[in-house]
């Protein structure tokens, strides 16, 4: 969320930028609420001024001995009015902060102008793209031909855009969770933390996804209590309306979570395997920062989950967002995206965001420095990873001829195995 006195003080500016992400702010309606706030505060200020000198005018009189009936009453009537001013003022204020909330963050003036995706910028790519004396397989056919991913019978159990694991594709994801655990907490920094995966409103509305993503969100009939859609959200919220000390910064976690979408706007996109799922799980990395370390620490934050792929052996890009392609509440975002041969594409496999005081602001976490100065911190995210993308991203990568699938060095020791060969399906 935006400052709502800058944002109501600097509205032309505001539009402007704004209009640079594709966001057309209705300048009017917002002059308008302000119009109407500043006459209730104007004439607020009057009839107070005007009370406490008609309270100052009785006082006399009473001294002299006069009837002050009438200005007595006179000053109930301005206490009344005053009220019904100052509640209209703060409707309206609540009204400024409800529209206010629906609308996204300022790129950062480092990011690049565009319309859309096509319009991101390469930053760098690391690795070559397998080649293959035969024709690769989609992650859709490989897993069922091995056996270890089975489609039908999650439509079976819950419907389309679920997945059940079976044996080593099951302990693949798994071994992928800690692999990822073990290497942001042993070698990046990161400190890790197993929060809810049942969030409030409140919670949602701190990070940005509600009210404006509610259709997106799987909520829980009866109860204030929605399924996590990304660890973001429950990590970020953990300092919630909370001062952090500067020197303690930056604070870096990571989490893993099951995460749910809805995918209410994926509009038919990677329907076939298990690219865009309603149940997935991931690893995500966070980070509180102050306003002067955070995009520095973008860059880390962006580094360590690349990292995850370099290990991997798994050749990808990376990408800087243009402003018509940002998320609601970032100011500037790298995508990683892996190659997936079976496709013959690179997908997005990591979203690494500086939100800069978007969400601390909604939330309410303030950091104090050592002169006792408060301001709001900076927030980060991104996936450190898709856990299920990079599944997807190993089993087409590592694809042989026979139809088996070779294990990352790295990950055989979690896994135990150095090739994952068809089973027998499951009974």
């Known amino acids: 969320?935006?400052?709502?006195?800058?944002?109501?003080?600097?509205?032309?500016?505001?539009?402007?930028?704004?209009?640079?992400?594709?966001?057309?702010?209705?300048?009017?309606?917002?002059?308008?609420?302000?119009?109407?706030?500043?006459?209730?505060?104007?004439?607020?200020?009057?009839?107070?001024?005007?009370?406490?000198?008609?309270?100052?005018?009785?006082?006399?009189?009473?001294?002299?001995?006069?009837d002050t009936t009438q200005q007595q009453q006179a000053v109930r009537a301005m206490g009344e009015r005053i009220a019904e001013l100052d509640a209209e003022a703060n409707k309206v204020d609540a009204e400024f902060r409800d529209v206010l909330a629906r609308v996204p963050n300022i790129p950062h003036e480092s990011v690049p102008v565009g319309q859309g995706e096509h319009e991101n910028v390469e930053v760098r790519r690391w690795g070559a793209p397998p080649e293959f004396n035969f024709t690769p397989k989609a992650h859709w056919d490989l897993g069922p031909e091995l056996g270890i991913l089975d489609l039908e019978r999650a439509a079976k159990v819950a419907g389309a855009r679920f997945a059940v694991y079976w044996g080593i594709g099951a302990r693949l994801e798994r071994a992928l969770v800690q692999f990822m655990l073990d290497l942001h907490t042993k070698e990046h920094g990161y400190q890790e933390v197993l929060p809810p995966f049942l969030i409030n409103s409140a919670s949602l509305y701190g990070t940005g996804?509600?009210?404006?993503?509610?259709?997106?969100?799987?909520?829980?009939?009866?109860?204030?209590?929605?399924?996590?859609?990304?660890?973001?959200?429950?990590?970020?919220?953990?300092?919630?309306?909370?001062?952090?000390s500067e020197d303690r910064l930056p604070i870096s976690l990571c989490a893993y979570t099951p995460c749910f979408r809805s995918e209410a706007g994926s509009y038919g996109r990677d329907v076939r395997g298990i690219i865009r799922q309603h149940q997935f799980q991931k690893v995500e990395l966070v980070k509180f920062a102050s306003p002067g370390q955070s995009y520095q620490e973008l860059e880390k934050l962006t580094h360590d989950a690349e990292e995850v792929l370099e290990r991997l052996e798994l050749p990808y890009r990376t990408v800087v967002l243009c402003t018509g392609d940002l998320g609601f509440g970032s100011a500037k975002t790298y995508d990683i995206e892996v190659w997936l041969p079976g496709q013959a594409a690179y997908k997005e496999i990591s979203s690494c965001s500086n939100y800069e005081a978007f969400q601390a602001r909604r939330a309410q976490i303030r950091m104090k420095s050592g002169k006792g100065k408060s301001e709001f911190a900076h927030t980060l995210n991104g996936s450190g990873?898709?856990?299920?993308?990079?599944?997807?991203?190993?089993?087409?990568?590592?694809?042989?001829?026979?139809?088996?699938?070779?294990?990352?060095k790295a990950l055989q020791p979690y896994v135990g195995t150095e090739r994952i060969e068809r089973v027998p399906k499951a009974v």
């Open 209 to 244: 996804q509600l009210p404006k993503f509610a259709e997106d969100l799987f909520r829980c009939q009866g109860h204030d209590l929605w399924l996590t859609p990304t660890a973001e959200v429950p990590v970020t919220n953990l300092f919630r309306d909370e001062t952090l």
């Open 385 to 408: 990873l898709a856990v299920g993308r990079t599944w997807v991203a190993i089993i087409e990568n590592f694809q042989q001829a026979d139809g088996s699938v070779l294990v990352p």
């Open 1 to 66: 969320m935006h400052d709502l006195s800058f944002f109501r003080n600097h509205l032309e500016v505001m539009q402007s930028r704004l209009a640079s992400r594709g966001f057309a702010l209705d300048i009017e309606a917002f002059q308008e609420l302000d119009r109407r706030r500043r006459q209730c505060v104007t004439e607020s200020e009057q009839l107070k001024a005007e009370r406490n000198q008609a309270t100052v005018e009785i006082g006399k009189f009473r001294k002299a001995g006069a």
